[in-house]
């Protein structure tokens, strides 16, 4: 009940109490202080429902330099407080059990007394029910005046009531209820809004109830308006506004967003590493101890090497490590039963569930390789390379196939040539002792290999490589038979060319590396050009089988090179090659000639001088500088002609009189080196003598070559043009002739009829248009006359063809109607050309017919005889086209 003179609350009990649930018996309290408030003074008593937990409870304000809270639930004054200084928002007053360390809070606000004598006062409680009394409208015995309606305290309602229902939870009552009959209605959301019908009123007595339990997780309050009115349906009171508010039940369970939570951890971490966070959720209210979660670690599996290896912030969930001694070789995994409690924890009111939290433990390099064993063994045949010789094997207890766990070998003695490699074998991480240079066994015939063994990665901190990560590689290497070799390769020779067959020219020996194997090598030709050479087969000595010539084509850079084999007697045999490089001296064995060869000058040279050297094989000082005279046979050629040497290699050649008739005339020119023995030849230098234009060229090279050829052949090779151009000219005539023939058999008209031959007059006048009707059918294609001009068979030639019918074939076109004679040809030797049913010639061939009393028959039907039904006609078919009807006439099966 309010009571505006003391400022005091003091609680009523209502009827249907729920049962006993600790907290304080109103989560809102509104007092109504004086304007004035001394230090001291007590202003209103909380009253907490405890359950019977007596004196554990302690109370707490929010502001205590304004206010102080006794034990025993009385609000003081902890200072003078005047309106003006009065908080604007509400306080409030903690709850709190020292030995659950449960809290309960409850919200205080503060009226001045000023606002409540201008209308803003908190409605009258009766003693036996919760009574909301309407304001009067008219308050001047009390008031002066009022500006607003009062503010009703919610009305707070416990979640999951069991009834029974309907249960009342206040009754409305107007003033004006005295002098006349009223009606109450409330509406709102809950009344006559969705959702209906969970809040009902007495229409007469004014009695609200809730018709149904409520869910605070649905609907966590319910905001009415009640209304009175007399029986007119007039309104006599204004609306009141109604809160009711749904008190929240510890009715959900914390419920974990996963059941299932995955972490990592790294092995060897130390105490304090954070972990993971597991998070849990609860529908109810999380202000109240009913939402508040703690959460705990049940248990942990396996309990290695402790049974507590993690630990759980109670508040936040995190997960993290208390106890050293992670190591993924002995537990890789640790399976967690988290559990999250309502209540703050509190195992005797509050509800739980549990999660399974997973922890992983990750790998370190905490582990070195280590060789199985401390010696490995392996063989290798000499000279052989990119072969495996040992697989070392090591263990690694860090994860496979990850850095912490892959091996790396390397060779820390025993190779300081570097004949050696240890790669590994990605899948297996074993080291593959792998030859990279030949091994020759007479310089070595074992190796001790030292290999050490690492990880990708280095070892973790404090962790030291034990012995067992080297291991030592004893290596036998295998004599095998080498080939012989030439020493050296290639072999050099210098000789001068010539050197007479039989000759010895060196001795090209091999050797065999195999000291420790009695060998016999033995020798052979592989390559020789130009088959100069001879080699013996026991000794390796080289002779000649012919001379030695310098300037062969076989030489290049004055370089002869020849290839020999050397064979030894091993099992298997093993061969070895050498090159035999002769450098070949020049000797003056080649007589020099003229060059160039052939030369044009004109007539009238101006000047009359041709510029000539020598060509010789040799090198020099076999070769230039050279001496140039003129033959002295024939007579005319010194006479007409004279050299003059201009230098050691060069002389000139000209004229000595001032014409000379075009032809080609052959200078005979005797050219003599400069070699210790002077090679000397007769060369002769061919020149075309011919008339030239202003710019010094040629003009009559035709006439020029005719002056070469004696009067003879010229005569000859103009005979044989005229007899040519005679027989050209027969054969056109002839052909002419035959195409006339074939013209005239192809007139299918009567002889006396055909006017094509005769002799038309066409310059005579005649009396008229109507005398120049001529028939020009006579000049058209006998094929494309009309059915109806075809002539009775008594006008017709004797050789012309019957008219029986004849085989169907498919037919030619014709030329266009009417036309020539010339288009008629050249179409029927076109439609020949491109029918597959003409025979197979190349010209234009007519078959017509005979005439009749032939005493050789008819050759119409080639199948009448039966004598040759036992011939084979499928050859037809590869003669061509054309012959392809007669294969598919007479080839082939009865069908």
């Known amino acids: ?533 001879r080699i013996d087969t026991n000794t390796g000595r080289i002779t000649t089988i012919a001379i030695l010539d310098r300037e062969s084509p076989y030489v290049k850079n004055n370089l002869y090179n020849a290839t020999f084999l050397a064979t030894d007697n091993g099992i298997p045999p093993a061969s070895g090659t050498g090159t035999l490089q002769i450098f070949l001296l020049d000797i003056n064995d080649n007589a020099p000639r003229v060059s160039p060869q052939e030369v044009e000058i004109c007539e009238k040279p101006d000047p009359n001088a041709i510029n000539i050297t020598a060509f010789d094989g040799d090198l020099s000082p076999n070769a230039g500088p050279f001496a140039f005279e003129l033959a002295n046979r024939p007579v005319d050629v010194r006479r007409n002609w004279t050299i003059t040497r201009i230098s050691g290699d060069y002389a000139q050649v000209s004229l000595k009189i001032g014409f000379l008739e075009s032809g080609i005339y052959e200078i005979p020119i005797i050219i003599t080196d400069s070699g210790n023995l002077p090679m000397s030849n007769t060369s002769y230098l061919r020149i075309k003598v011919c008339q030239c234009d202003i710019n010094g060229d040629c003009t009559d090279q035709q006439h020029i070559m005719a002056a070469g050829l004696g009067t003879g052949a010229i005569i000859s090779i103009l005979l044989c043009i005229i007899i040519l151009l005679i027989l050209v000219l027969m054969f056109v005539v002839w052909m002419k002739r035959r195409d006339k023939e074939r013209q005239a058999k192809q007139l299918l008209i009567d002889p006396e009829d055909d006017v094509r031959d005769n002799i038309l007059k066409y310059d005579e006048e005649g009396g008229g248009e109507e005398d120049q009707d001529y028939d020009l059918s006579q000049l058209q294609q006998p094929d494309t006359i009309e059915p109806d001009a075809i002539k009775p068979v008594g006008i017709r030639r004797l050789d012309e063809r019957p008219l029986h019918p004849e085989p169907q074939y498919p037919m030619r076109s014709a030329a266009p109607h009417p036309g020539d004679i010339g288009d008629f040809i050249h179409e029927g030797l076109k439609a020949a050309d491109n029918d597959p049913t003409a025979p197979p010639y190349d010209s234009l061939l007519v078959f017509d017919y005979e005439g009749s009393g032939s005493t050789a028959g008819s050759l119409s039907s080639l199948n009448s005889s039966s004598s040759g039904g036992d011939q084979d006609y499928d050859y037809l078919n590869d003669w061509g086209p054309r012959f392809r009807k007669l294969a598919d006439m007479y080839g082939g099966s009865d069908d």
């Open 1 to 533: 009940v309010y009571s505006l003179n003391s400022g005091l609350l003091i609680a009523a009990e209502g009827r249907g109490a729920p049962p006993c649930r600790p907290g304080f018996s109103e989560d809102v309290y509104k007092v109504v202080v004086p304007d004035i408030t001394e230090k001291g003074q007590p202003l209103f008593n909380v009253r907490f429902v405890s359950c019977g937990r007596g004196g554990l409870m302690q109370f707490e304000c929010s502001n205590p330099s304004d206010f102080r809270i006794e034990a025993n639930g009385v609000l003081y004054a902890a200072r003078t407080l005047q309106r003006s200084t009065l908080p604007v928002s509400p306080l409030l007053i903690t709850a709190s059990d020292a030995a659950t360390q449960q809290q309960w809070v409850a919200q205080v606000t503060l009226v001045p007394r000023q606002q409540v004598q201008e209308g803003a006062v908190p409605p009258v409680m009766s003693k036996d029910l919760k009574e909301i009394a309407f304001p009067p409208r008219n308050m001047d015995s009390q008031l002066k005046r009022m500006k607003r309606d009062w503010v009703i305290p919610p009305i707070n309602v416990p979640e999951n009531s069991r009834g029974p229902f309907p249960q009342e939870l206040v009754r409305i009552r107007s003033d004006h209820d005295k002098n006349r009959s009223l009606r109450y209605s409330v509406t709102g959301p809950g009344a006559d809004q969705p959702p209906t019908g969970i809040f009902i009123i007495d229409p007469i007595s004014g009695e609200l109830s809730v018709n149904k339990p409520l869910d605070r997780e649905h609907i966590s309050s319910f905001h009415l308006r009640a209304h009175a009115v007399d029986l007119n349906g007039n309104q006599v009171e204004n609306p009141i506004d109604i809160v009711i508010n749904v008190i929240d039940m510890n009715d959900n369970r914390p419920e974990f967003t996963h059941q299932i939570w995955n972490g990592t951890v790294p092995e060897g971490s130390k105490p304090g590493s954070f972990v993971m966070t597991v998070t849990a959720v609860d529908k109810d209210d999380p202000k109240t101890a009913n939402g508040m979660l703690r959460y705990k670690i049940l248990s942990q599996n396996p309990e290695s090497p402790t049974s507590n290896m993690f630990t759980i912030n109670n508040k936040t969930g995190g997960i993290i490590t208390v106890a050293a001694g992670l190591d993924r070789e002995k537990v890789p995994q640790y399976t967690l039963i988290i559990q999250a409690s309502d209540m703050e924890g509190n195992p005797m009111y509050g509800l739980s569930n549990t999660a399974t939290a997973v922890i992983r433990v990750t790998d370190i390099n905490d582990n070195p390789p280590e060789f199985t064993a401390e010696t490995f063994f392996g063989e290798v045949p000499e000279n052989r390379v990119n072969v495996i010789v040992a697989n070392l094997t090591v263990t690694d207890k860090d994860q496979p196939n990850t850095p912490a766990w892959n091996a790396v070998y390397k060779i820390t003695g025993g190779d300081p040539t570097g004949r050696f490699s240890v790669p590994t074998d990605p899948t297996t991480n074993e080291g593959l002792v792998t030859v990279v240079k030949p091994i020759d066994y007479e310089t070595s015939r074992t190796y001790v290999l030292t290999v050490e063994a690492r990880n990708e990665v280095s070892l973790a901190k404090g962790i030291h490589t034990p012995r067992q990560s080297t291991a030592t590689v004893s290596i036998r290497v295998i004599d095998v038979n080498e080939s012989p070799y030439f020493e050296p390769n290639p072999k050099f020779v210098r000789l001068e060319e010539g050197m007479m067959p039989q000759s010895t020219l060196t001795t090209f020996s091999a050797q065999d590396p195999d000291r420790f194997m009695q060998q016999t090598i033995r020798y052979s030709k592989l390559s020789d050009p130009a088959n100069w050479l």
